[in-house]
């Protein structure tokens, strides 16, 4: 691991020590959900609990996986998790319909979601241009399919409904189709296709992802727990993108049937991209969020009518949770480059 590289203030230098010879039996329990399958997407998590940061920090995580059948915000609010791998546009619908969720960091600066084209589309603009048949989940038209229609004139004839592989993407040259910029590239270079990768962030899509959320109830009782959980995880990432081994092991140990390469592929997308330290992570810290970024967030659902009622925003999300210090990476550049 690189150690020169971290950067963590005196502050959390302190917490972790106050935290270091705490014994298995007084670690404080706390279940974490993620949002799908373990993957490389979720490797900082992976990384404190494989590398022991959790535990300095007084807590014993367990991580569910998330998946299909799993609807986390119904587990969160019920209390059946303490904390939630979350997204921001699903949240603030949650807190618009009375449900006690917060958010409290970021961990993608950029939403994953991209639009992925064969080789002779150009452009997002050329793909609406060209009004080519676009496979999307039926959860695309509540967050960036409006987003697509308000900025480049995308049509609703221009759906078709995704069944979540790149098989008739593959079988067919004149489709295009949504996925994770981390994954779905691969299963189509898989297939024998170099496919041009559109990064709807990269054009001025809002959301974060990856977020981490609690209830209110969490926030009251034990808002300690809370900002540790925070820390040692945004520690996790910093361990996870300079030596990724020991989260990798627990990711395959809990999906088996994610493969190296798959992960190294995703690893290496996550820098390319610097979904997680660029933007305002690069000098302010990992996982951190801005009242302008949720406020632009949420300018952008009232204006497409996303939500059936308003939300005060700020009663979304709350910044008092982020790492006193920023936790930074080593710089994008030398991230990129490894």
Do not use: C
Request: proline residues 6%; charged residues 20%; negative net charge.
């Amino acid at each position: 691991m690189k150690l020169k590289q971290l950067f963590i203030g005196v502050a959390a230098v302190a917490g972790l020590a106050a935290f270091t010879n705490v014994q298995a039996k007084d670690l404080e329990k706390v279940t974490f959900g993620t949002n799908w399958f373990a993957q490389a997407e979720h490797g900082g998590f992976y990384q404190a609990k494989a590398e022991g940061i959790y535990e300095k920090y007084g807590l014993d995580v367990e991580i569910k996986m998330g998946g299909p059948q799993v609807n986390g915000m119904q587990l969160l609010a019920a209390g059946r998790i303490d904390m939630l791998m979350g997204y921001p546009m699903a949240s603030i619908k949650a807190v618009s319909e009375g449900l006690p969720v917060v958010t409290v960091a970021g961990i993608f600066q950029k939403d994953p979601q991209a639009i992925i084209a064969h080789s002779d589309v150009s452009s997002l603009q050329d793909l609406a241009d060209k009004k080519l048949p676009l496979y999307i989940a039926t959860s695309a038209h509540t967050s960036f399919y409006p987003w697509l229609k308000a900025k480049y004139g995308f049509t609703d004839d221009m759906v078709r409904p995704y069944t979540f592989s790149v098989a008739p993407f593959l079988a067919d040259k004149g489709v295009a189709q949504q996925g994770y910029v981390t994954s779905e590239p691969y299963a189509v270079m898989q297939g024998g296709e170099t496919p041009n990768v559109f990064l709807m962030a990269d054009s001025g899509y809002p959301p974060y992802a990856e977020t981490i959320e609690t209830t209110r109830k969490m926030l009251k009782t034990k808002p300690d727990t809370v900002k540790r959980f925070v820390q040692a995880t945004m520690e996790g990432w910093v361990s996870y993108m300079n030596n990724p081994a020991p989260g990798n092991a627990l990711i395959k140990k809990d999906n088996p049937e994610m493969t190296d390469d798959q992960i190294a592929f995703s690893l290496k997308t996550l820098k390319q991209y610097q979904m997680i330290s660029g933007g305002d992570a690069a000098t302010l810290g990992l996982g951190v969020m801005t009242d302008a970024r949720w406020q632009t967030l949420y300018d952008l659902m009232v204006q497409e009518k996303l939500l059936e009622k308003p939300v005060n925003i700020k009663d979304v999300y709350s910044l008092e949770f982020l790492p006193a210090a920023p936790v930074l990476l080593p710089s994008a550049t030398a991230v990129a480059a490894e």
